[in-house]
Antibody, heavy 121, light 107 residues
Framework: QVQLVESGGALVKPGGSLRLSCAVS????????MSWIRQAPGKGLEWVSY????????HYADSVTGRFTISRDNAKNSLYLQMNSLRAEDTAVYYC??????????????WGQGALVTVSS | EVVVTQSPATLSVSPGEGATLSCRAS??????LAWFQQTPGQAPRLLIY???TRATGIPARFSGSGSGTEFTLTISSLQSEDFAVYYC?????????FGGGTKVEVK
């Protein structure tokens, strides 16, 4: 079955960097878009970044543009989020999610269990 | 940016009763609107996509309606496992945006 497993969450100081990973299984990774969505403690959901199935399409939320970089390695069935210049307001559980359908559009159909990133001195 | 507004923020309902949740988009998103359910400590789960299509395995007591800017999620008879937070999300425009959520609690 479809599985998404995030890793790399940690406590990091403001201004620091962190890379999250999302290992997937149970489907043909290269055929689906992927996204990162975050949820600050006690708050709602915020979409962070998107990468299309073919890597040529990438989008970011304004709040992370210039600081975060999304990437994928289809050979390793893995999605990544490189986070630089981290701020306290980036503290959140970060979920990776897969499109419900193949290709580059559609709703988030499958979610991982999340990785906690805490930015604090 | 499409602002997505959900109402009410909290809905108190007795088990077995129905519930109606609203979602409004600041611009036309056609039918590119999804609903998610989130229980404490869990990842969100897709309930409805395309404004009205139930995702695989979602019980028939969940139904979605609407198009354009006004959308509704209806739960016909609340079961214990339905008390949760519900989010709507538009996927018609970049950036993708979520509503602030509606918490459905036991009355």
């Amino acid at each position: 079955q479809v599985q998404l497993v995030e890793s790399g969450g940690a406590l990091v100081k403001p201004g620091g960097s962190l890379r999250l990973s999302c290992a997937v299984s149970g489907f043909t990774f290269s055929g689906y878009y992927m996204s990162w969505i975050r949820q600050a403690p006690g708050k709602g959901l915020e979409w962070v970044s998107y990468i299309g199935s073919s890597v040529t399409i990438i989008h970011y939320a304004d709040s992370v543009t210039g600081r975060f970089t999304i990437s994928r390695d289809n050979a390793k069935n893995s999605l990544y989020l490189q986070m630089n210049s981290l701020r306290a307001e980036d503290t959140a559980v970060y979920y990776c999610a897969r499109g419900l359908f193949g290709g580059n559009s559609g709703p988030f159909g499958y979610w991982g269990q999340g990785a906690l990133v805490t930015v604090s001195s | 940016e499409v602002v997505v507004t959900q109402s009410p923020a909290t809905l108190s309902v007795s088990p077995g009763e129905g519930a109606t949740l609203s979602c409004r988009a600041s611009q036309n998103v056609n039918s590119y609107l999804a609903w998610f359910q989130q229980t404490p400590g869990q990842a969100p789960r897709l309930l409805i996509y395309g404004a009205s299509t139930r995702a695989t395995g979602i019980p028939a007591r969940f139904s979605g309606s609407g198009s354009g800017t006004e959308f509704t999620l209806t739960i016909s008879s609340l079961q214990s496992e339905d008390f949760a937070v519900y989010y709507c999300q538009q996927y018609n425009n970049w950036p993708l945006t979520f509503g602030g959520g509606t918490k459905v609690e036991v009355k």
